[in-house]
């Protein structure tokens, strides 16, 4: 029986260190400079600090200021002309589309930005449900990945035995959370090496955690695993 495939978006199924985060990184200083009343430089600080410590500037945004998340991922994400930058290696593609087993998405990111970018990339077909960042509250709280409890709720709502998941992701903090719930993983490393501020700077690339099952650098890799 094939696995049933949890997929990150952002530098797992697309670069978006180049397409993407800088855009989306000068978009939430914008708003935090605007909405807290900050400078340019307290606002990108600000920014980067929620973002290291909680996996997701709104969740400290949420918690410590009262912004509203709609509001938030509404203002962010609207990344004008976006589509046209998008990329995808065609056989991590063709890769992914001929994957056997069960694919879903499973994303920080806002809903209507993961349809923009599936649609780009034409992918909207290979996944049977996708999870943004919306759908990641427990008890009414915003819980984005690493939360191991946001995970246990989602794989209870859509009725996935653990033992049977992949998650495939490009942050390695997210995947010790699924690994603690018993779930395989992947670290996908292809576009690591394009983004040297993310979370994974400083990390040796060519080591593996403990709770990585594997790391790959191509989705035609996945094809073993069936």
Known sequence: ???????????????????????????????????????????????????????ATLLGLERHHGIRAAHFLAQTHTLPGLERDLHMPASHRAALKRLRGRKILLTNAPAEYAKRVLTALDLSDCFEAVVSIEGM????????KPDARSL?????????????????????????????????????QHYLKDNPHGPEAGLALHGKP????????????LHAWT
Do not use: Q
Request: some cysteine; proline content about 4%.
């Open 1 to 55: 029986m094939p696995p049933i495939w949890l997929f990150d978006l952002d530098n797992t199924l697309h670069d978006a260190s180049k397409a993407v985060f800088w855009r989306l990184n000068g978009a939430m200083t914008d708003y935090i400079e605007a909405e807290l009343r900050l400078s340019r430089e307290e606002a990108d600080a600000l920014r980067l600090h929620y973002w290291r410590r909680y996996g």
């Open 137 to 144: 509250r427990v008890f009414g709280e915003l819980r984005p």
């Open 152 to 188: 246990r709720v989602v794989l209870a709502r859509l009725k996935l035995p653990a033992h049977r998941c992949v998650l495939v992701e490009d942050t390695v903090a997210n995947l010790r959370s699924a690994r603690r719930l018993r779930m395989r993983t992947v670290w996908m």
């Open 210 to 221: 403990s709770w990585v099952c594997a790391r790959i650098r191509s989705l035609r890799s």
